[in-house]
């Protein structure tokens, strides 16, 4: 009898006495599930206010030695003021490291140096992935992403003829540096690329210098590992422009 029962009333009655008459156990099974479906449905409500109780609240801290805010559930974030310096650095970053990459693409063509297509392939990538990180941050805060004219590269936005980043190659020297090929060509595009970050180092000098910019954090962190990512190639460049003048030598 006691088998074809629920578990939950069957086990109330292990170890027990059997009641002879299976109506009045029924009877009994029957008001003891009841009562347990009405403990369950009368703390249902306490349930759901505490779950309504429970709703995160978005907290501001407060400077040194003021008391935190709650701020209304609906506060959402926003995108950290930017300085014009910020954007003047990701738009004139981006032409700088442009002709960075142009530089390196001759690489493959005119010289046969191993190190220097090493050198080079690490250049050409890490700055093709900045680039875009810089056409990103721009993009998404609505803003050009180059300082040139639209429909007129050579002219900036205010009308006057477009100026070199600071360390930039001028034409002349990209011109020789394409009409090079083996050990000349290594000697000018190591003297170059030396040129070159160092003008960035410029860039990112001239950004922290400027008061009030610098301050994204997105900014920050891309112009010191940009400044440090570069001096360290620079001491890699100036090791292998000293190794070569030394072999030229003997």
């Known amino acids: 009898m006691l088998n074809c029962l629920p578990q939950s009333c069957s086990s109330l009655f292990r170890g027990k006495p059997v009641f002879r008459s299976s109506s009045r156990l029924l009877s009994l099974c029957a008001a003891l599930l009841a009562a347990g479906l009405s403990l369950t449905s009368s703390a249902s409500p306490a349930r759901a206010q505490q779950k309504d109780s429970s709703t995160p609240s978005v907290v501001q801290p407060g400077a040194p030695g003021q008391p935190t805010k709650t701020l209304p559930p609906s506060t959402k974030g926003s995108v950290p003021p930017r300085s014009p310096a910020d954007v003047e650095f990701m738009q004139g970053m981006i032409m700088h490291h442009q002709q960075a990459v142009e530089m390196t693409a001759l690489i493959p063509s005119h010289t046969g140096n191993k190190n220097l297509h090493s050198l080079g392939a690490r250049i050409s990538s890490s700055q093709s992935s900045e680039i875009r ?6 993009a998404a805060r609505g803003e050009a992403l180059s300082m040139a004219m639209p429909g007129m590269p050579e ?22 540096l394409r009409k ?24 990112v000098k001239d950004l922290f210098d400027t008061a009030g910019a610098g301050q994204d954090a997105d900014i920050f962190n891309f112009a010191t590992d940009a400044d440090n990512t570069q001096r360290a190639e620079i001491r890699i460049m100036e090791t292998m422009l000293q190794k070569k003048s030394s072999e030229e030598k003997q």
Do not use: K, Y
């Not at 002219?155 to 990209?174: F, K, N, V, Y």
């Open 155 to 176: 002219m900036d936005r205010s009308g006057r003829p477009m100026a070199l980043m600071p360390g930039m190659l001028t034409a002349e020297q990209m011109d020789a």
């Open 180 to 203: 090079a090929n083996g050990a000349e060509f290594d000697r000018l595009f190591l003297t170059g690329m030396i040129q070159h970050h160092n003008g960035a180092l410029i860039m």
């Open 133 to 138: 990180f810089m056409q990103r941050w721009l």
